[in-house]
């Protein structure tokens, strides 16, 4: 038996050797990363890391991070990333949940960790943001380039990444080497990638767009990486020459749109835009056209799902639309209430099956029996219609959640931070329309009485537990937040009153008095 993802993502013999190429201009060939990933594939097996063990991962980008990646799936365990934002509980929750066999983390956090990773028996070794400093590496270097890849099949796990849920506790969700396998070939296919192509990588690694849809991606056509350490709008407008494929949260489109050097003749080479994470507002589509000359095409997907429709690559992107389902994959629209499925062009739940569906949350049996239809369809939470050319347009969202700069949060993990505070008898957490955010996480909060509390006092206690991006960038106080008869929040009229709040508001002005 093969190493099903490890395989399909190196099948390609490439001709172009390019894998990777920093801005710095150092870059490493595809026998580079091959080399690399063996070393880490060794170097895990000789800690005594079993095909299955969690290899978890809190660092800053780089391209020994990939090939950590690459490494821990061609060894057979099982990666699972963490955004670099998350506080020290937030880690400790994860860690306690997923007990991984090891943690790479950055050799700053290393001493905060340790008694952390003590207490599930997980090794610890660290990575600076450089990609070339820590024990790591140090390690590393003592491994051989030899390596046969431990056998893993369809349903093998291949990675475990954390989702918030609508109870604010964060979910695992499993994947599998069929589950990314599939869904890497099925978008290679349908957005044309090539050898000749190069995408210019700006995203996170440690969520599904930037490791699974970017890389994936790109490693299966033998294409190449322009690989920056973060989205800086001039450094990407400056280099966006070099590249053929630029993908990106919908921010990443509006600070271009934003930034006066971006002009027709910089994104004159640039083949395929894609936008997704986040709703892409139509103004943005079409300011992008007017611009540029070229149609950003949308796609839509989610952690447990990968990517499940997309906008044609040949025919039309329509704005406003996140296209047409991916081949191999299902997606129906049901009622709400009862499950059943509906008409074109009514509005309901988004439900999604195919290979790239999920396995299921780990160690959660119930939550995942909750969100799946005795018929295997997965309930995405989403609400949607199809429309007359049978294209999907996301209308809303089910559940309350936030989506700020492609991040998601939901408002129940903030709320239950800020009620725990001494001061504060209850609160509510929306999202309002923010101009570069997309969405912004703003708090409404009802103060005990007696009590002096601010929206300083406020972020610097939940700073401690909730990282940067899950933290209102406004703070309001009332008297009482509004109910329905039924005792219910309703937050629908917090957004009514607040929505002009960020009109207009430039990029990471948090609006928190000094
Ligand atoms: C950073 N900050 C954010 C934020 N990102 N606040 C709200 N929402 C965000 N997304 C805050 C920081 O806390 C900090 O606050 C300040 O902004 C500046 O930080 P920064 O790191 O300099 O920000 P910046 O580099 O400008 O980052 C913004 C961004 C980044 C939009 C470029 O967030 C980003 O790359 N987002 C992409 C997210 C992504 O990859 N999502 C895909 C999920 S997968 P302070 O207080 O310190 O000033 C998925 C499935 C699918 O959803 O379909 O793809
Ligand atoms: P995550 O759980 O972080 O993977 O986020 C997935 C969610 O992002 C989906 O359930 C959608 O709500 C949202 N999403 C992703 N792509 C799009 C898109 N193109 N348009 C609207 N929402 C999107």
Redesign the pocket.
Known sequence: MSNLLFDTLFDQKPVNPAFVEQIDGRHWSYGDILDETARVANTLVALGIQPGDRVAAQVDKSVSLVALYLGTIRAGAVFLPLNT?YTLPEVEYFISDAKPALLVCDPAAEAALRPIAAATATRIETLDSSGDAGSWPERLSASAIEFSSVARGPHDLAAILYTSGTTGRAKGAMLTHLNLASNALTLADLWRFTNDDVLLHA??IF????LF?AINTTLVAGGSLLFLP??DTDEVVSIMPRASVMMG?P??YTRLLDNRNFTARQAQDIRLFVS??APLLKETHQAFHARTGKTILER????ETN?NTSNPYEGPRRAGTVGLPLPGVDIRITDTSSGIELADGEIGMLEVKGPNLFKGYWQMEEKTAENFRRDGYFITGDLAMIDEKNYIVIVGRGRDLII?????VYPKEVELEIDALPGVVESAVIGLPHSD?GEA?TAVVVAKQGYTINDRDIVAEIGQRLA??KQPRRIFFVTELPRNSMGKVQKNLLRDEYKHTYTNQS??N?GISD
């Open positions: 934002a995203l996170p969520h599904t767009h930037g849809v973060r989205f949260v921010t990443y997704g994470s839509y997907g989610m952690t990517m700020s700069g492609g991040y998601n955010f996480v940067n991006y990029p990471n948090k």
